[in-house]
């Protein structure tokens, strides 16, 4: 199932923080990450405080938990949601 999650970081987070990093790395390269939750995009907003936006496809919520147990230094809105894109295209509309 695809979903749609509006992401902020706690306060007293920050952005290059070596052990955020570090974190990081674990999860993407070293397998911390659930092999279920399939990356679609990751979008930020430059010079805003508009939450950063993180598209994903996931099998079960199990999955979705060990993300938010995993990442307790961002705060997660997760929504379901469908690719309105394709939608239309299956409609006839040329969507680039």
Not at 82 to 95: K, L, P, S, T, Y
Request: with cysteine; glycine share 8%; hydrophobic share 40%.
């Amino acid at each position: 199932m695809l979903y749609v999650a509006f992401v902020h970081n706690k306060p007293g987070t920050t952005v290059g923080n070596p052990d955020i990093v570090a974190k990081s790395k674990k999860w993407w390269n070293e397998g911390d990450r659930p092999a279920g939750i399939k990356t679609v995009g990751f979008y930020g907003a430059l010079g805003s405080n508009t939450p950063d936006v993180y598209v994903f496809e996931c099998p079960n919520h199990d999955d979705i938990h060990v993300m938010i147990d995993y990442w307790k230094e961002v705060e997660f809105e997760i929504h379901p949601a469908i690719d309105m894109a394709d939608q239309f295209r299956r409609q006839g509309m040329e969507v680039a």
